[in-house]
């Protein structure tokens, strides 16, 4: 591929047959994740960093490695695809530099993943088995590399698992990464306490992309219960004067709040300025 480096081979491998180890070294829960950042930095000072390319210039970690929160209805649309697509995005929908195009070979391949991130704590959240791999040749290649963390499902039982997890209040990320091909890859189904990119979102480092809507709040229907505020991940619902009030830049529009809300009082609204949706075309869903 033009432009896939030496490295991006070598970092796709080892993130590709070596999830847990990355991830939990990534959000420093494992001992080696204090080695390793001293081993980078003695890199990077005997072997200093080359000028990057112009398609390079100003990308930071955030922009190789990221996912975009997208509603229920979104996760499903990806795992029910019945063809092979290529979707070129504007960078208004995925507005990072090194992700422009959804790409699927063989769609209706999908593994269901113990989730690393979950899978690098104590005591996780349960189930595990809740990461989504979509599409060749990452479905074959992480379930070849790890048979007994992952099973073969089909895409009916794909969106069951995105409507339970949605139940439980966890929330859904379309991920993308530059060692994997630079391409839409999976869907994490995730919550605040063990995801390492939302935890990462929190310190300030911008991993997540908002899905293009925020939730607004009917005050008629609001009864002030804080039901939709218990269930954000991201911490963006509070109740003020009796009403739920939404933190419009802490919001990712992930509807959560939308469907656990007992009183209907949530909706998701288009917000241009936080981004825009990911769409597929009907005639290439399965459903």
């Given at each position: 591929?033009?432009?896939?480096?030496?490295?991006?081979?070598?970092?796709?491998?080892?993130?590709?047959?070596?999830?847990?180890?990355?991830?939990?070294?990534?959000?420093?829960?494992h001992p080696l994740?204090?080695?390793?950042?001293?081993?980078?930095?003695?890199?990077?000072?005997?072997?200093?960093?080359?000028?990057?390319?112009?398609?390079?210039?100003?990308?930071?970690?955030?922009?190789?490695?990221?996912?975009?929160?997208?509603?229920?209805?979104?996760?499903?649309?990806?795992?029910?695809?019945?063809?092979?697509?290529?979707?070129?995005?504007?960078?208004?929908?995925?507005?990072?530099?090194?992700?422009?195009?959804?790409?699927?070979?063989?769609?209706?391949?999908?593994?269901?993943?113990?989730?690393?991130?979950?899978?690098?704590?104590?005591?996780?959240?349960?189930?595990?088995?809740?990461?989504?791999?979509?599409?060749?040749?990452?479905?074959?290649?992480?379930?070849?590399?790890?048979?007994?963390?992952?099973?073969?499902?089909?895409?009916?039982?794909?969106?069951?698992?995105?409507?339970?997890?949605?139940?439980?209040?966890?929330?859904?990320?379309?991920?993308?990464?530059?060692?994997?091909?630079?391409?839409?890859?999976?869907?994490c189904n995730c919550?605040?306490?063990?995801?390492?990119?939302?935890?990462?979102?929190?310190?300030?480092?911008?991993?997540?992309?908002?899905?293009?809507?925020?939730?607004?709040?009917?005050?008629?229907?609001?009864?002030?219960?804080?039901?939709?505020?218990?269930?954000?991940?991201?911490?963006?619902?509070?109740?003020?004067?009796?009403?739920?009030?939404?933190?419009?830049?802490?919001?990712?529009?992930?509807?959560?709040?939308?469907?656990?809300?007992?009183?209907?009082?949530?909706?998701?609204?288009?917000?241009?300025?936080?981004?825009q949706p990911m769409?597929?075309?009907?005639?290439?869903?399965?459903?």
């Amino acid at each position: 591929m033009p432009g896939y480096s030496f490295f991006d081979l070598v970092h796709g491998l080892v993130y590709g047959y070596f999830p847990y180890l990355y991830i939990a070294i990534g959000k420093g829960e494992h001992p080696l994740g204090r080695a390793a950042g001293r081993v980078w930095g003695t890199w990077r000072r005997v072997f200093p960093a080359r000028p990057k390319s112009e398609e390079k210039k100003g990308v930071g970690f955030a922009d190789t490695y990221h996912g975009k929160a997208i509603p229920l209805e979104t996760a499903k649309q990806l795992v029910s695809v019945k063809q092979d697509l290529t979707i070129s995005y504007p960078e208004q929908v995925i507005p990072y530099p090194l992700a422009r195009e959804l790409i699927l070979h063989d769609p209706n391949h999908i593994i269901a993943l113990d989730c690393p991130c979950r899978a690098s704590k104590e005591n996780p959240c349960q189930p595990v088995d809740v990461c989504l791999i979509v599409g060749e040749p990452f479905a074959s290649m992480v379930a070849e590399s790890h048979p007994s963390r992952t099973k073969w499902i089909t895409p009916e039982r794909a969106r069951e698992i995105l409507e339970e997890e949605e139940q439980r209040g966890h929330v859904h990320h379309a991920f993308f990464k530059d060692a994997m091909l630079g391409r839409f890859y999976a869907i994490c189904n995730c919550c605040a306490c063990c995801c390492g990119a939302m935890q990462a979102q929190r310190n300030g480092t911008p991993m997540l992309a908002s899905s293009g809507y925020l939730s607004r709040v009917d005050e008629a229907a609001c009864q002030g219960c804080g039901t939709c505020g218990d269930y954000c991940q991201f911490s963006a619902i509070s109740v003020q004067d009796g009403y739920s009030v939404v933190d419009d830049v802490k919001c990712m529009g992930c509807g959560v709040c939308v469907s656990h809300c007992p009183n209907d009082a949530m909706r998701l609204e288009l917000a241009p300025w936080k981004g825009q949706p990911m769409t597929l075309p009907a005639e290439m869903l399965a459903i």
